[in-house]
Each structure stands twice: as C-alpha cells, then as structure tokens.
C-alpha cells in the first residue's frame, strides 16, 4: 500500500508541476471507506495525516478506535442525514457533502461551542442531469453559499463535486471552476475545490482542484460490503 501511496503522491506531483500549481497547495485525502481501522492506522505510519469517510456510521466508529492519533483529520465526503449531524460533527475536521440549508442548519446547531469550534464545510454540487444524486442543483448553489456564510460555526471552504460518468471529467471539472468563480463572488475566502477521485485525480488538479479524494488507487480494491 506505501507503494501505491507513494506512486499517486508522484502523479499528484507531475500534475501539479505540468499545470503550473504548486503541489504544495493539494490537500491528499485517502478516502478508506469499507477498510479496517488499522489499515487507516499503516496510512498514518506513511504520513497520511487526511482521510475520508462516507458513511457516519463508520466514520464515527474508527475515529473512535484511531483516537489516539490527535493530529489525524477526518473528512466525511458522503451524504449526510439532519439526524447524524452531531456525530459527524464530533469526529469529522470537514464536511464535504453539504448540499442543502437544513444539513448546514443541524451541522451548525451541533457545535459544542460555537466562535471556538468552527466546522470546515464544502458545498456539494450535482454536475449531473439526475436530481436524485447528491448535491445542490447549479441554480440554488449561490443562495446555499449565502445561508452557509451566515453560520457562525461553519467555515465555508468552498465546492466539491464528482464527475459524471457519462461526461468528460475535464469538461465537468471546468464547470466545477466555473462555479467555484462565482460562490467567491458571495464568498471571497471559500476557493477550495474537492475534486478528483481514483479515475480523475489528474484532470481535477488541471481543473484547479485543492482536495483531492483518492480511494482505490492508494487502498487497493474495497473489500465486498456484507
Ligand atoms: C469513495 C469516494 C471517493 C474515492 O473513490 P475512488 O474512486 O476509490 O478513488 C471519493 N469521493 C467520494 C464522495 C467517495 O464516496
């Protein structure tokens, strides 16, 4: 596994230097969604210090069993329910998912205390045609930037978004630029962009990506859910 590490931490590098970024500006978060705790605790002994999680559930549980490791940030990239705000919020450093007023409402109601503990959030974008999958449709995104910047304590950093699978991730990634542009016109200081998973890590960081999310090419295959 540090081999793949190692070998994606290359091409995130080469990307980098070809686009003319500084590979220093990309946060690498390996999303380890479905592996055991310990393979997040051998990510950590290669210097991994960003993970992800897409299932609260789960999150929740291995942050618990990694609490030792005070400096490790976890990121939930998946959906999230009103009802699991507080859990979430308790172990994640960012959230990557929000895509509506009330998960920003219930995320920004579960602070411990508010001004000190301040969440990193990103607006999740749907760049597809299908309203059921997750994300803000395009034309609600500046007034959803406009409610979150409204939230004490919620920081927000900027979009996030996964590419189609029926679209060139170049072309979705552009668009996904396109309105990161705009929700800094409502917020000057939220242009992070989450982009780039295992298939697409490349054209995301082409794209002006900050946060990359890399699963497989770094953990291996996902075991089978039981
Ligand atoms: C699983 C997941 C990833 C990582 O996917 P890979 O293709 O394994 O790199 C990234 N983002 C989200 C939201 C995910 O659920």
Redo the contacts with the bound molecule.
Sequence with gaps: MTGRLGAVDARITAAARVHGRDPAEITRIV?T?FHPASLVRELYAAGVRDVGE?RQQELSAKAGDLADLTDLRWHF??QAQTNKARAIRSAAAAVHSVDRPRIADALNAAAEKPEEDVLDVFLQINLTDDPGRGGVHPDGLLALAEHVVGLGALRLRGVMA?APLDEEPARAFARLARMSESVRGVAPSASAISAG???DFEEAIAAGATHL?????ITGPRPLRG
């Design positions: 999303v969604k897409n990239v998946g996964v998973m295992t298939g999310r890399i699963g497989s090419a």
